[in-house]
């Protein structure tokens, strides 16, 4: 079972540093366009929903050294920061996991890019991969049915977007390439 992004109705919560992107990818994916009211020009452009929440966590440094930090609510309410949390872990863990999976955002590396879109390919190739394919520790849960003790589970099937860990040969198979979905 596999859910698309139209049977999501809200993005999962978000904490990110400072980079401007991922508001503008989350309105590019979830954002929806306001009904028409009748009168003037009817609505186009895409707007948050009042249940969305993302953090910002920017870190403030002074001779290359973090100084502090600064938490930005930028959709949600103040009550996000409790769920959320305040500290750059998830933006660092998230930061340090992409580099392992993927060799070309290694620092000092021979294996970079050449091609915006060569990076492009691999980013989007390891989110899919961490995403379907790995189990996650912390997101196992406990079952003691005799046979074993814990069940695996991947991001994914957390986020209830599938019902098992994907092989890389079920990804191959069934992941569309080269289109817009």
Same mark, same amino acid.
């Not at 079972?1 to 999501?8: A, F, G, V």
């Not at 009168?39 to 186009?44: L, S, Y």
């Not at 209830?160 to 098992?164: A, F, N, P």
């Given at each position: 079972? *596999? @859910?698309?992004?139209? =049977?999501?109705d809200? /993005?999962?919560g978000?904490v990110?540093?400072g980079?401007?992107g991922h ?7 979830y954002g =929806?366009v306001? /009904?028409?009211q009748?009168?003037? %020009? ?5 707007r948050p929903q009042?249940?969305?929440e993302y953090? #910002?966590? $920017?870190? #403030?440094?002074?001779?290359g050294r973090?100084i502090?930090t ?6 949600g309410d103040?009550?996000t *920061?409790? %769920?959320l949390?305040e500290?750059t872990?998830?933006?660092? %863990?998230?930061n ?5 999976m993927?060799?070309?955002? $290694?620092?000092?590396?021979?294996g970079f890019?050449? #091609?915006?879109?060569? *990076?492009?390919?691999?980013?989007i190739?390891?989110?899919v991969?961490?995403n379907f394919?790995h189990?996650? @520790?912390?997101?196992? =849960? ?8 814990? =069940? ?7 986020a209830? !977007?599938?019902?098992?860990i994907?092989? *890389? ?5 069934r992941?569309? !390439?080269?289109?817009n979905t």
């Open positions: 079972m *596999l @859910k698309t992004r139209s =049977q999501c809200r /993005p999962p978000l990110s540093d980079w401007g508001r503008e990818a989350l309105l590019a994916v =929806q306001p /009904p028409y009748g009168r003037g %020009r009817p609505p186009t452009k895409k009042p249940d969305w953090v #910002q966590v $920017v870190k #403030q440094r002074e001779n973090v502090g600064e938490t930005r609510v930028v959709y103040e009550k *920061l409790d %769920r949390g500290h872990a998830y933006v660092e %863990r998230t340090l996991t992409t580099r392992h993927n060799g070309r955002l $290694v620092r000092k590396t021979l890019s050449k #091609q915006l879109t060569m *990076l492009d390919a691999a980013c190739w390891e989110d991969v961490y394919n189990a996650v @520790k912390s997101l196992r =849960q406990e079952v003691n049915d005799g046979y074993r003790r814990w =069940q695996p589970r991947s991001p994914a099937m957390a209830e !977007i599938t019902d098992h994907w092989s *890389l040969e079920e990804l191959l198979t992941v569309p !390439i080269g289109t």
